[in-house]
């Protein structure tokens, strides 16, 4: 789950395991008598909204970001009920949200503006320029034949 009862979701964001809410219930579909009396399919809250482990500017991008699964009261929730184990998939449900996180916490690099060299500029006229006198070529061979 996550080294000393901890989240990592990037290099300097984690969240405590305190601050994940789990409910289970039972799971839908195929899966026979256990389905029916197992509840397994877990259900996590993560209340983005009052969250110490997370700036003002995080809880900001993530609200932005994951606009629909975050609530009106700032609590992201999410239910995973792929395996017959209450465990796996708590597991798998603490995956899913990290893996979540850190894509909405993801800044892009500013792009810079750049000018092409005038090597290049000049190889790529060159280039069209062969380009223009092949077709040229072909033309004029075109008019021969006839």
């Not at 395991?17 to 039972?26: I, S």
């Not at 699964?69 to 017959?84: D, F, I, P, Y």
């Amino acid at each position: 789950m996550g080294e000393g009862r901890v989240v990592r979701i990037t290099g300097g964001v984690a969240i405590p395991l305190g601050e994940l809410c789990f409910a289970f219930t039972r799971s839908s579909g195929p899966g026979g008598q256990h389905v029916n009396k197992a509840a397994t399919q877990a259900e996590l809250a993560f209340d983005v909204a009052r969250s110490p482990s997370l700036s003002d500017e995080q809880k900001r991008r993530i609200r932005a970001r994951l606009g629909s699964w975050v609530s009106k009261e700032g609590v992201l929730r999410m239910t995973c009920q792929s395996t017959h184990s209450q465990a796996q998939n708590r597991q798998e449900a603490v995956e899913r949200l990290a893996a979540l996180l850190a894509q909405a916490l993801h800044v892009p690099k500013k792009r810079r503006r750049t000018r092409p060299s005038r090597a290049s500029v000049e190889r790529r006229l060159a280039a069209k320029r062969r380009r223009g006198a092949v077709k040229r070529q072909r033309r004029q061979g075109a008019d021969d034949a006839s």
